[in-house]
């Protein structure tokens, strides 16, 4: 077993990549964030994420929390994005979020079925699940059948067969699910405007709209035209598909960095 | 049908019986439970069904009776009474009776009463208490409780049976007399100095009886009972109500007199400032906890009702006594935003503090609001039918159904895990990353191999008990020098052999059943100094060249 125990710590090896933490930028922005100074707060708790490229769903809270305070909802949804994208179960985020989009009503994609399973995870892990589980059945299966173990040794193989085929089917249905997830952390788009957006018919100002974006909605790039982006957007009754062409400067990638790092 | 009434006289307090007899009646229907006569209490008490036998004759009679009782003294008609008997109408005749004063009580057993009040300096609408104490002897027997009446003009006086009364006995002359203390509340609603009472108080009470003379006692020395009305009047206290003072009234007052305090919680309770949409209703809980008169206790108003418009407020519990303890009276009281941003929710209520001799007002702690949306979405909104159709009528300390988030969580968080930007992830090489399990595949593989191959050597070794191999005998055939009974002993093995091997009997033919002939007679059959001799050689060459010919090895 300790064998088995080695061979998943292999798999799980690949997944980390930790930084040091920030240390006194962070406490700074800290301070300046419980002084009720938020505008200061934002830039230095942004600053520790663009300038010294550490990153932390909590950093990415309390940038939240500050743009929040500063009334900025789009960013607000964005960055409790990126929060639950680092880690997904910060109960502080999930519920800001959920307050966030009950003021805002943003524009999100409904995952349902396997997508929905899948974003329980990330892909990293699937994978990871996926490739030990897989080693795991085949050794296991060589093992009883061709080199016939110990008779103490049986059952516990056996067992361990049927932990590994679950896993291994369970972890199947994630993979499948992440492929067919319509709206990937790394690939979405926020919709940050200024003022209130629409997406529109064609990739001009004059064309007629589609439909509003609130801020903080969510958009699938499709591909670029000039200063435009055409997009899937979120909303269509039924789960009808919608697209629309929105100004790209009027929105900001969910997860701009290393994909490896969320998914 | 006959009607008697016994005694035919009665005295007041005095109770007789009314008997009407209804001869060969058998089912009654319906009779009447009470007659009505002004002074008399005619009560119906049951029926009773007789058959008599006579000389084999038999008859029935019912009676019906009644308990009268005289109230006041006079002459009165029972009236005609009409009974439906066995499905027919019967109707008594009527009845006169005369009631006495009937002896006066003895002087002895006259009940005592006395009122005393609180205090008899006091501010108009001030609760102050009041007590009538009743005194009685021990021979007489209450049967209700005693209910004092005080009638003086300007005077309101809470009734005498809202709250418990204080029974007890007090020593008079050596003797312990009943005492009953009732206890209530007055409020003066005019100025002046008047006297206060005096309260009259009506007793039912058994009193022994004096009739037949002597004692009225029974023949083993115990009195005889008869049930009377007794009135008796306390003093009178002299009082003087005071006017309320113009100096200082505030401009509310609404003539509340007492000493307050007031709590006010809003239906959506929250840690900070309540956020409330324009034009949607905020309902909010008033509590009025105090000592004074609750009654006259209206809604407490607003202090700033700028931006604020109060609904009907509706009076939604009380607790109280009579006003000279602590008691409390809730309100709830339904608020429309008129203008959004912040906005601070003050109840207030005047009152004159009649300790202090002074008016106050008493406020509830701020709740605040903070007004968000539009004027035109308020207007459509903003109506009474909205606030009819909200239930403010569950505490405020339960959760409502659903989440109704109202502000973020705004703790900034300090602990968690850092990830580097820059540092591209470091991905294991996939030779590192399958490679140790592929080893180990292959190394499970190896092991089972070399186990299988191992297995098979050994399965392909003949077993203990198998003969040599043909070849092998065929060389000792051909060795020299052989004895004839060793080289058919090889003879032997070698046949036996070959049919162990090949899985077959020995093929017939002739020069090999000779070489069988000569190998049985030599090992069975020749003695044994000539079967030790040599065999010879053109012999063994023979034998073994036909054997092996034949039987191939």
Same mark, same amino acid.
């Given at each position: 077993m300790r064998f088995f125990l080695a061979l998943f710590l292999l798999f799980s090896s690949a997944l980390t990549h930790a930084a040091d933490d920030p240390g006194p930028a962070f406490r700074h922005a800290m301070t300046e964030y419980m002084a009720e100074d938020y505008e200061k707060a934002f830039a230095e708790f942004k600053k520790i994420a663009e300038d010294e490229n550490q990153i932390s769903a909590t950093l990415c809270h309390n940038i939240a929390n500050s743009a929040w305070k500063l009334e900025d909802k789009a960013a607000a949804s964005l960055w409790y994005r990126r929060a639950l994208a680092l880690d997904r179960w910060l109960p502080e985020a999930r519920q800001n979020l959920r307050f966030v989009e009950s003021k805002v009503a943003y524009l999100r994609f409904e995952k349902s079925g396997l997508p929905k399973f899948a974003a329980l995870f990330p892909l990293t892990w699937w994978k990871a699940a996926c490739q030990g589980a897989a080693w795991t059945t085949v050794i296991s299966i060589v093992w009883l059948v061709w080199a016939a173990p110990r008779r103490g040794r049986r059952w516990p193989l056996v067992t361990l067969l049927c932990l590994a085929v679950a896993t291994l089917i369970t972890s199947l249905f994630g993979l499948i699910g992440k492929k067919l997830d319509p709206a990937p952390l790394t690939k979405l788009l926020i919709s940050t405007p200024e003022k209130e957006t629409w997406a529109r018919t064609a990739p001009v100002e004059a064309a007629q709209?589609?439909?509003?974006l609130p801020p903080g909605s969510e958009l699938m790039p499709i591909r670029e035209e000039g200063h435009w982006t055409y997009c899937d957007i979120p909303g269509g009754e039924k789960g009808a598909p919608l697209r629309g062409w929105v100004r790209t400067v009027t929105t900001e990638k969910l997860w701009p960095w290393e994909s490896s790092l969320v998914e | 049908m006959e009607a008697q009434l016994t005694p035919p006289a009665l005295s007041i307090g005095e109770q007789g019986t009314l008997t009407i007899r209804a001869p060969n009646g058998r089912r009654l229907q319906n009779p009447p439970t009470a007659i009505e006569v002004p002074g008399l209490n005619i009560q119906f008490s049951g029926a009773t069904s007789q058959n008599?036998?006579?000389?084999?004759?038999?008859?029935?009679?019912?009676?019906?009776?009644?308990?009268?009782?005289?109230?006041? *003294? $006079?002459?009165?008609?029972?009236?005609?009474?009409?009974?439906?008997?066995?499905?027919?109408?019967?109707?008594?005749?009527?009845?006169k009776v005369t009631v006495a004063e009937g002896p006066a009580l003895p002087e002895a057993l006259q009940p005592q009463a006395q009122l005393t009040v609180g205090k008899t300096e006091m501010w108009e609408g001030e609760e102050v208490p009041v007590t009538v104490t009743v005194v009685?002897?021990?021979?007489?027997?209450?049967?209700?409780?005693?209910?004092?009446?005080?009638?003086?003009?300007?005077?309101?006086?809470?009734? @005498?049976?809202?709250?418990?009364?204080?029974?007890?006995? !007090?020593?008079?002359? $050596?003797?312990?007399?009943?005492?009953?203390?009732?206890?209530s509340s007055l409020?003066?609603?005019?100025?002046? /100095?008047?006297?206060?009472?005096?309260?009259?108080?009506?007793?039912? /009470?058994?009193?022994?009886?004096?009739?037949?003379?002597?004692?009225?006692?029974?023949?083993?020395?115990?009195?005889?009972?008869?049930?009377?009305t007794i009135n008796i009047k306390t003093n009178t206290v002299p009082?003087?109500?005071?006017?309320?003072?113009?100096?200082?009234?505030?401009?509310? @007052?609404?003539?509340?007199?007492?000493?307050? =305090?007031i709590m006010a919680r809003s239906d959506t309770p929250s840690g900070g400032p309540q956020a409330v949409q324009l034009g949607d209703p905020v309902g909010f809980e008033i509590i009025v906890t105090g000592m004074g008169n609750l009654d006259a206790i209206p809604a407490p108003g607003l202090d700033k009702p700028e931006g604020l418009r109060a609904y009907k407020p509706k009076v939604s519990g009380e607790s109280r006594g009579l006003g000279?303890?602590?008691?409390?009276?809730?309100?709830? =009281?339904?608020?429309?935003?008129?203008?959004? $941003?912040?906005?601070?929710?003050? @109840?207030?209520?005047?009152?004159?503090?009649?300790?202090?001799?002074?008016?106050?007002?008493?406020k509830s702690p701020a709740i605040q609001l903070i007004v968000t949306g539009s004027p035109e979405v308020a207007a459509a909104a903003n109506t009474a039918a909205t606030a009819e159709s909200k239930d403010f009528s569950g505490t405020p300390d339960l959760v409502p159904p659903g989440e109704a988030l109202s502000e973020i969580l705004p703790q900034p968080l300090n602990t968690s895990r850092w990830y580097s930007l820059t540092t591209a992830s470091v991905p294991?090489?996939?030779?590192?990353?399958?490679? !140790?399990?592929?080893?180990?595949?292959?190394?499970?593989?190896?092991?089972?191999?070399?186990?299988?191959?191992? *297995?098979?050597?050994?399965?392909?070794?003949?077993?203990?008990?198998?003969?040599?191999?043909?070849?092998?005998? *065929?060389?000792?055939?051909?060795?020299?020098?052989?004895?004839?009974? =060793?080289?058919?002993?090889?003879?032997?093995?070698?046949?036996?052999?070959?049919?162990?091997w090949k899985k077959s009997p020995l093929p017939s033919g002739e020069s090999l059943a000779e070489v069988i002939a000569a190998r049985d007679r030599w090992l069975y059959a020749a003695n044994a100094d000539a079967a030790a001799a040599p065999v010879p050689s053109d012999e063994q060459t023979r034998a073994a060249s036909l054997l092996t010919s034949c039987l191939s090895a």
């Amino acid at each position: 077993m300790r064998f088995f125990l080695a061979l998943f710590l292999l798999f799980s090896s690949a997944l980390t990549h930790a930084a040091d933490d920030p240390g006194p930028a962070f406490r700074h922005a800290m301070t300046e964030y419980m002084a009720e100074d938020y505008e200061k707060a934002f830039a230095e708790f942004k600053k520790i994420a663009e300038d010294e490229n550490q990153i932390s769903a909590t950093l990415c809270h309390n940038i939240a929390n500050s743009a929040w305070k500063l009334e900025d909802k789009a960013a607000a949804s964005l960055w409790y994005r990126r929060a639950l994208a680092l880690d997904r179960w910060l109960p502080e985020a999930r519920q800001n979020l959920r307050f966030v989009e009950s003021k805002v009503a943003y524009l999100r994609f409904e995952k349902s079925g396997l997508p929905k399973f899948a974003a329980l995870f990330p892909l990293t892990w699937w994978k990871a699940a996926c490739q030990g589980a897989a080693w795991t059945t085949v050794i296991s299966i060589v093992w009883l059948v061709w080199a016939a173990p110990r008779r103490g040794r049986r059952w516990p193989l056996v067992t361990l067969l049927c932990l590994a085929v679950a896993t291994l089917i369970t972890s199947l249905f994630g993979l499948i699910g992440k492929k067919l997830d319509p709206a990937p952390l790394t690939k979405l788009l926020i919709s940050t405007p200024e003022k209130e957006t629409w997406a529109r018919t064609a990739p001009v100002e004059a064309a007629q709209t589609v439909i509003e974006l609130p801020p903080g909605s969510e958009l699938m790039p499709i591909r670029e035209e000039g200063h435009w982006t055409y997009c899937d957007i979120p909303g269509g009754e039924k789960g009808a598909p919608l697209r629309g062409w929105v100004r790209t400067v009027t929105t900001e990638k969910l997860w701009p960095w290393e994909s490896s790092l969320v998914e | 049908m006959e009607a008697q009434l016994t005694p035919p006289a009665l005295s007041i307090g005095e109770q007789g019986t009314l008997t009407i007899r209804a001869p060969n009646g058998r089912r009654l229907q319906n009779p009447p439970t009470a007659i009505e006569v002004p002074g008399l209490n005619i009560q119906f008490s049951g029926a009773t069904s007789q058959n008599i036998d006579i000389n084999g004759l038999i008859s029935y009679r019912m009676e019906l009776n009644y308990l009268v009782e005289a109230l006041e *003294a $006079g002459e009165y008609t029972i009236p005609e009474q009409a009974f439906n008997i066995d499905g027919k109408q019967h109707t008594t005749k009527a009845i006169k009776v005369t009631v006495a004063e009937g002896p006066a009580l003895p002087e002895a057993l006259q009940p005592q009463a006395q009122l005393t009040v609180g205090k008899t300096e006091m501010w108009e609408g001030e609760e102050v208490p009041v007590t009538v104490t009743v005194v009685m002897h021990p021979a007489l027997r209450i049967t209700s409780q005693p209910l004092p009446v005080i009638k003086t003009e300007g005077i309101a006086v809470s009734r @005498f049976d809202r709250q418990g009364r204080m029974y007890d006995q !007090t020593e008079f002359n $050596g003797q312990l007399w009943n005492t009953w203390q009732l206890p209530s509340s007055l409020v003066a609603v005019k100025s002046g /100095a008047f006297p206060l009472g005096p309260a009259e108080v009506k007793l039912e /009470a058994s009193v022994p009886s004096t009739a037949g003379g002597g004692a009225g006692r029974d023949p083993f020395g115990d009195f005889n009972y008869a049930r009377r009305t007794i009135n008796i009047k306390t003093n009178t206290v002299p009082i003087r109500v005071k006017p309320l003072p113009a100096e200082g009234r505030p401009a509310d @007052f609404t003539g509340v007199v007492g000493k307050f =305090q007031i709590m006010a919680r809003s239906d959506t309770p929250s840690g900070g400032p309540q956020a409330v949409q324009l034009g949607d209703p905020v309902g909010f809980e008033i509590i009025v906890t105090g000592m004074g008169n609750l009654d006259a206790i209206p809604a407490p108003g607003l202090d700033k009702p700028e931006g604020l418009r109060a609904y009907k407020p509706k009076v939604s519990g009380e607790s109280r006594g009579l006003g000279i303890e602590q008691g409390q009276k809730v309100f709830t =009281q339904i608020l429309f935003t008129e203008k959004p $941003g912040p906005a601070s929710v003050i @109840f207030t209520l005047p009152y004159f503090d009649p300790v202090a001799g002074k008016y106050a007002v008493a406020k509830s702690p701020a709740i605040q609001l903070i007004v968000t949306g539009s004027p035109e979405v308020a207007a459509a909104a903003n109506t009474a039918a909205t606030a009819e159709s909200k239930d403010f009528s569950g505490t405020p300390d339960l959760v409502p159904p659903g989440e109704a988030l109202s502000e973020i969580l705004p703790q900034p968080l300090n602990t968690s895990r850092w990830y580097s930007l820059t540092t591209a992830s470091v991905p294991v090489h996939p030779w590192l990353l399958h490679g !140790t399990p592929a080893v180990i595949l292959a190394l499970i593989l190896g092991t089972g191999t070399i186990r299988r191959l191992r *297995a098979w050597a050994l399965s392909r070794r003949p077993p203990p008990y198998a003969p040599r191999y043909c070849a092998d005998i *065929a060389r000792d055939l051909r060795r020299t020098p052989l004895s004839r009974l =060793q080289f058919y002993g090889f003879v032997s093995e070698y046949t036996g052999a070959w049919e162990y091997w090949k899985k077959s009997p020995l093929p017939s033919g002739e020069s090999l059943a000779e070489v069988i002939a000569a190998r049985d007679r030599w090992l069975y059959a020749a003695n044994a100094d000539a079967a030790a001799a040599p065999v010879p050689s053109d012999e063994q060459t023979r034998a073994a060249s036909l054997l092996t010919s034949c039987l191939s090895a």
